[in-house]
């Protein structure tokens, strides 16, 4: 059997072991911590700006320019990927390619996302809506009044309106706890007897055909608990994101990491995979610091960017890929930081690694670095996913054309 | 090869070096992302324990000497925190050696005396008969909880009546031929008194193998000490185990069926208490865990896998101090090979113990509360059997869900016709 090796468990690890133990293949993934799931929105964005508000993502998808990651993998990709994990996850993904949600966040501004979970999509916003948000007095990452006012006084995509004003829940997560975490109250709402008691809490406080906006915190283990309380509240309900940690990305990555154990991926985690080895001008393994070897027939690079140490920066302004040195895109053409920092894009968030249209990282002559070795998600070259809202598309896509290279590749 | 002069950091001014070197260089990579705190599984079940990230990273800048945070002392050192985080901080490290710090002037007995495991495998096996029913008799466990601190239903080491080393000297010797070479067994204290068939079962499957197997006399590595901060003892302890296991060959590579004490040896001994001794860093990469060595001959196309079908179901549970060592869950891919048997994964993050911490009076409740979504999986799988790869996990999966518990070598040993 084929041996592939994943480095790294983001999204783009996560569908890419996936994707290989599907294709029949041995699956190592490894991995130095969790990877960025649960520090994100629990959603999957495709395309949120380009740098206009989208509201159709796909195709957004297909008008990028030739150095996008996206040009690399393809519209398909992000189609296959978008269908593969509404298919896997269909209690937590929901939505169109053709179609973004806007979401209210957690500072009530109004968020374009492609799939977003069943708990949320109520937030979508519409002209005419009430909304109600409800803060809680010991969760301190939640301000219910800024998330209303600010939706109050924003006009809407599609140039509506909508009201909203906020409530206060007093309930600890646990007794005599003041201030909890946003799990903590998840693994709360897990249980009946909680969401009985914070549905008698607010329901008094609510009016007719208002919905109700909440912190995403409506269960962890449970993953209706949402629909639970929403049946007890006789409202919809929708959920609104915190900073970190993500309760909704905890669900996400729980569910992709839980899947590829059971498919029998091989998981490896807490190692930081240092050093490499080429026979014939192949990678032959990787070694982590602990000095494990890992031999493979295929190596995916889904490491990240410079949040995970896969890219780093030195005092010379040298940027290096961690890993296998690999050859970096974006470098050389001055400085990477300005000092004008809510001017013009900072050039060092479009650094990383190039791919050919089978995701194997090229030189700068376009011929691929290693014929075995291919890269996912946040390390490739020429997007800037936090300003476009493109970051977990791109992880998708890349992964599952990645997936599929090495697949025809080896079989 | 020649061993430069021995640098030890610790010696007699241990604790200066504590929260003050290694782990603190990593302490500026936290971003606060908060990974550590939800997946840590004391701060799950109990707001005693105020979370990895506060009492690490974020309390450790306040330190200075005195422990700003008291609710450390809840930690319970399973490293969960270390594993996850995908900065690189030693959470768990820092926490051990804050804690260290913090109990140095008021040590209590008890945390003195559960450190003293050869001492309690030397009192035990001789009258194991008495020892088992004093262990087992309510009165005198709730003597010992007033007493000394320990809890009256935690587990306790079964005590038996012949020791490994015994058995290993007594029995009739192999024969040979050894057409694979020769390995260095280490047993650890639990290994050598209490749970001896592991030993013996991890011996006879790598003579199967066609191995030579050298074990030894060899002492304690210092574990139960080091979590309970007293590491001017642990460290005596790790580098005395370093020359025993080096007694026997400086070039072989050293099995262990003891998932805890290999981790000891390998990472905690350096990362927590700061040995830094060449002698140590022999031993710490030489050594393997038993399941991982048979993985990595598996990998290498090197095990026979001409096991006898084992037609069960059965919970396997990684114990904390194997996930930490960096090798993934090796028992799960090994035992997959023997034809009939289904492996489940527990996927539970901790069963509680973490080595003492759940025998303590006032942290019983918790580690059983950490542990319950384990008791119930392994209860709801197989109420016949479970395994797990160190010892006192299984005491603790044992006592607290009533099933059977043994080392995963059991059902290689089985499969391969050998019991």
């Known amino acids: 059997m084929s041996r592939a090796v994943v480095i790294g468990a983001g999204l783009a690890g996560l569908v890419a072991a996936n994707r290989l133990v599907d294709a029949g293949l041995d699956v190592t993934l490894l991995h130095k911590g969790l990877g960025g799931l649960q520090l994100g929105q629990g959603s999957i964005d495709v395309f949120g700006y380009a740098p206009e508000r989208v509201l159709n993502p796909i195709k957004a998808v297909s008008q990028v320019a030739t150095s996008h990651p996206y040009a690399a993998a393809g519209s398909a990709a992000v189609l296959d990927g978008l269908a593969y994990l509404k298919q896997e996850l269909p209690t937590l993904l929901v939505g169109d390619p053709e179609a973004n949600y806007q979401l209210p966040t957690a500072v009530g501004s109004i968020r374009p996302t492609c799939l977003a979970q069943p708990s949320m999509i109520a937030g979508h916003v519409r002209d005419g809506a009430h909304l109600v948000i409800v803060g809680i007095r010991q969760l301190k990452d939640f301000h219910p009044q800024l998330v209303a006012e600010n939706l109050a006084r924003t006009v809407l995509p599609d140039g509506g309106r909508l009201t909203a004003r906020h409530v206060w829940v007093d309930l600890p997560a646990r007794d005599g706890e003041v201030d909890s975490f946003g799990v903590g109250y998840a693994r709360a709402f897990d249980t009946e007897a909680f969401r009985i008691a914070f549905a008698t809490a607010l329901s008094p406080q609510l009016k007719d055909d208002e919905v109700v906006g909440l912190p995403a915190v409506l269960g962890l283990a449970d993953v209706k608990a949402w629909r639970d309380l929403a049946g007890k509240l006789g409202h919809q309900v929708f959920e609104i994101p915190l900073p970190p940690p993500s309760v909704p990305g905890m669900r996400l990555n729980e569910a992709l990491t839980a899947r590829a154990r059971s498919a029998g991926v091989r998981i490896v985690p807490g190692v930081r995979t240092t050093t490499f080895s080429t026979v014939a001008g192949r990678v032959a393994s990787v070694t982590t610091a602990a000095g494990r070897t890992y031999s493979g027939d295929a190596f995916v690079l889904a490491t990240g960017g410079f949040e995970s140490g896969a890219l780093e920066l030195d005092s010379h302004q040298v940027v290096r890929e961690t890993l296998f040195g690999l050859p970096l895109t974006g470098v050389g053409d001055g400085p990477l930081v300005h000092g004008d920092y809510w001017g013009a894009e900072q050039p060092l968030f479009r650094v990383g690694v190039s791919v050919d249209a089978a995701m194997r990282p090229i030189d700068p002559w376009g011929a691929p670095a290693y014929p075995n070795l291919w890269a996912a998600g946040g390390i490739l070259a020429g997007a800037s996913g936090w300003k476009e809202l493109s970051g977990d598309g791109i992880a998708v896509a890349s992964a599952v054309a990645a997936a599929a290279a090495i697949t025809k590749e080896l079989s | ?419």
């Open chain 2, 1 to 419: 090869m020649t061993i430069p002069e021995q640098r030890l950091v610790m010696g007699e001014d241990g604790l200066a070096f504590a929260g003050h070197k290694l782990s603190r260089a990593s302490l500026d990579a936290c971003v606060k992302c908060t990974i550590c705190e939800t997946a840590c599984p004391v701060s799950a079940v109990t707001p005693l324990f105020t979370g990895p990230k506060f009492v690490g990273p974020q309390a450790e800048r306040f330190r200075n000497g005195e422990s700003v945070d008291h609710s450390l002392d809840y930690c319970s050192s399973c490293g969960t925190c270390t594993l996850v985080c995908p900065q690189g901080v030693q959470i768990a490290e820092l926490n051990s050696q804050a804690r260290a710090v913090m109990k140095a002037d008021h040590m209590p007995l008890r945390d003195r005396l559960i450190g003293q495991t050869v001492l309690m495998g030397t009192v035990m096996t001789p009258v194991a008969p008495i020892a088992r029913a004093a262990l087992n008799n309510k009165p005198i466990r709730k003597v010992m909880e007033a007493v000394i601190g320990v809890h009256a239903d935690a587990p306790m080491p079964p005590a038996q009546s012949q020791t490994f080393e015994g058995w290993f000297r007594k029995r009739p010797k192999p024969a040979g031929p050894f057409p694979r070479g020769t390995l260095v067994f280490f047993h650890g204290c639990a290994g050598g008194y209490f749970e001896v068939e592991t030993s013996k079962k991890s011996v006879e499957v790598l003579e199967h193998l066609g191995y030579q197997v050298l074990v030894p006399k060899q002492g304690c590595c210092g574990l139960a000490q080091q979590s309970n901060g007293l590491f001017d003892g642990a460290t005596k302890d790790v580098l005395k185990l370093c020359d025993d296991l080096r007694s026997a060959g400086t070039d072989l590579t050293i099995i262990s069926s003891s998932g805890s004490c290999t981790g000891m040896l390998k990472h905690e001994a350096h990362e927590i208490m700061g040995v830094d001794d060449e002698r140590l860093r022999d031993v710490g990469t030489r050594i393997r865990d038993i399941m991982e060595f048979l993985l990595e001959l598996h990998d290498a196309g090197e095990l026979p896998t001409d096991f006898a079908p084992i037609e069960m179901t059965v919970p396997y549970h990684a114990p904390c101090q194997l996930k930490s060592q960096g090798i993934g869950k090796p028992a799960i891919e090994v035992l997959r090979l023997i034809p009939g048997l289904t492996v489940v994964d527990s996927n539970a993050t901790c069963c509680g113990i973490a080595g003492t911490y759940g025998l303590k009076k006032e942290k019983y409740e918790i580690a059983q509360a950490v542990g319950k979504p384990l008791f119930d999986m392994v209860k709801a799988t197989n109420p016949e059997l479970a395994l797990c790869d160190t010892e006192t996990c299984r005491w603790q999966i044992e006592q607290s869900s009533g099933v059977k518990t043994e080392h995963p070598i059991y059902l290689i040993h089985q499969a391969y016709g050998l019991s």
